[in-house]
């Protein structure tokens, strides 16, 4: 209001004429920097009125902003005291915005504001005026600072820092800055609020300006909804099978709060479910996951009643006015039926028998149950993976177990069976049980010597003197432990058995001497019993060797040839020599043999392939001059051939006759002249085998085969069948084979 007041006075004064004009007034004063400004009063008197020091003193303008005027706006006049009116003066102004924002009439001082100016912008200006000489140029009066102060009009309406603001109130909140209008605002009703808000300049009277904003507020949510199921009752659904812990079913209440404030935490209060299952909040989805606890029976229980209880984990104390926090429902779960595995009246069975026991025996039964409401029959298997042998074998129907092959402690004390009960209506439905056989021992072995006893006498010996002792072995387990007794088979008159009674015996000598000459060894046989039932007994023969001994009863020989031998020479030593002798045998026959097969070898060095060696020798030969290799002649023309020459290339091994043997005609079948040759080198066990090659070589006259040479087949031109050489004789078959091939030859 005051402030309307004084703007209203303001603009009067502005409207209102006024009696002087502003002027700034230069005068000589002994301080220079004083600036004495004054208005110009008319003359009345004729005389100028000055006024003192402390009045009207003026440094600054006054201008109001935001001008609309068409003309330049007046801001007031610079005069000095010097200025005579003749026009010899010259006003200066300089500073903020001359010249440009300011201009001054140099001639009569005269300051106009060219445009429009807005306070906003720059409240002051700070100008400095001087007049000067125009002749000379010269300051007349000492240049003097003033300030043009704008005066500030209502042009700018109030703003907000913001355009628009956000703020938020929890609901149900008290009276705060900003007001609920109703009470108990609900966030779940409506949770976004806009809110206009202006501000007013002047005090909200005529003539102010406003500006506008506006605030966003936001219900910020507090526990005041409990949780609450959607359905009192809901219905699951679970297989018999299921193991523990799998998840049955999820129940979830709903809660209008967001946040903390809808968590919600689920427990079983009740039910005659409690014991088989459990439930668990899953955080993330603020839902009551139901598990399995313990197994599940069809045939036991078909249904289970679980009251399931969800309470708000975060509850607000002013709020329990409200009501309670949390909500129940009921959830009923049902069990469903599955085709279940046989179950054996037990986890494992045991059964022991006496390993005499008669094949087809019986040595127990297992049983098993189908535990479905069908009751299906029950089909017993025999895991022959855990009976390779086929010792044992089971009823099918009736589950009895029974011996399909003798039994024998002695190799095996336990078998560890597995039976199989199944389904017949559904075999993959099968269960296995553990079934351990243990074998009972039976007294069915007899006592032995526990080892090979190298047994001798001196010949210096005497009556009683011990020669050895002896013990026994049995490979049954009585209860009682063993306890064997020795005695001899018959009365000897050179030796008898003491007993020790602790499983042992002693060898004792009855006469005194005796001599290697006439007997050198001794059978003693020796009756080893048990006292088991039935009594096992077996009888045992010792060798007692005759050896002579020095005074202290160390051996030094047992038998009559040893005498002949060199003294110290062991019988380790004549067995290394000896075998020294065969190893150099060995050596000697193999040398040989390789000497007389390089002497030996054969012109064929290759039995893969005849065609690259039938005519190839180890000696190079001297080319067509060389005569003395082979009579070519031979190989032209067998009607040439007169009289079985020797090869002059070689030394042969033995000389023999050669026989005559008739020429083949001219034009003869080859056929029948390659038999002939045949049959001769065959009867002829002195013909080398180089011979036979150069005779083959021979093609003859007019043959069917043609030529039997390689060296030409790549070119030949009509296919021919080689299958008579498989007629020929053994000698032929390798030609039969790589000729008689066909067409694979001719793919390959």
Known sequence: MTLYRYLLLFLLWVCLPHFCSPEIMFRRTPEPQQRILGPRIPRSDGKILHRQKRGWMWNQFFLLEEYTGSDYQYVGKLHSDQDKGDGSLKYILSGDGAGTLFIIDEKTGDIHATRRIDREEKAFYTLRAQAINRRTLRPVEPESEFVIKIHDINDNEPTFPEEVYTA?????????????????????????????????????????????TTVNITLTDVNDNPPRFPQNTIHLRVLESSPVGTAVGSVKATDADTGKNAEVEYRIIDGDGTDMFDIITEKDTQEGIITVKKPLDFESRRLYTLKVEAENTHVDPRFYYLGPFKDTTIVKISIEDVDEPPVFSRSSYLFEVHEDIEVGTIIGTVMARDPDSTSSTIRFSLDRHTDLDRIFNIH???????ISKPLDRELSQWHNLTIIAAEINNPKEMTRVAVFVRILDVNDNAPQFAVFYDTFVCENARPGQLIQTISAVDKDDPLGGQKFFFSLAAVNPNFTVQDNEDNTARILTRKNGFNRHEISTYLLPVVISDNDYPIQSSTGTLTIRVCACDGQGNMQSCSAEALLLPAGLSTGALIAILLCIIILLVI???????????????????????????VSYNDEGGGEEDTQAFDIGTLRNPAAIEDKKLRRDILPETLFIPRRTPTAPDNADVRDFIHDRLQEHDLDPTAPPYDSLATYAYEGNDSVAESLSSLDSGTTDGDQSYDFLREWGPRFNKLAEMYGGGESDKDS
């Open 396 to 402: 099918s129907g009736n589950g009895s177990l029974y």
């Open 588 to 614: 000697v026959v193999l040398f040989a043999a390789l000497k007389r097969q390089r002497k030996k070898e054969p012109l064929i060095l290759s039995k893969e392939d005849i065609r690259d060696n039938i």
């Open 168 to 212: 938020s109130v929890p609901e149900m909140s008290v009276v705060g800055i900003i007001r609920t209008a109703l009470p108990n605002m609900n966030r779940e009703n409506r949770e976004q609020y806009q809110v206009v808000i202006q501000a007013k300049d002047m005090g909200g009277q005529m003539g102010g300006l406003s500006g506008t």
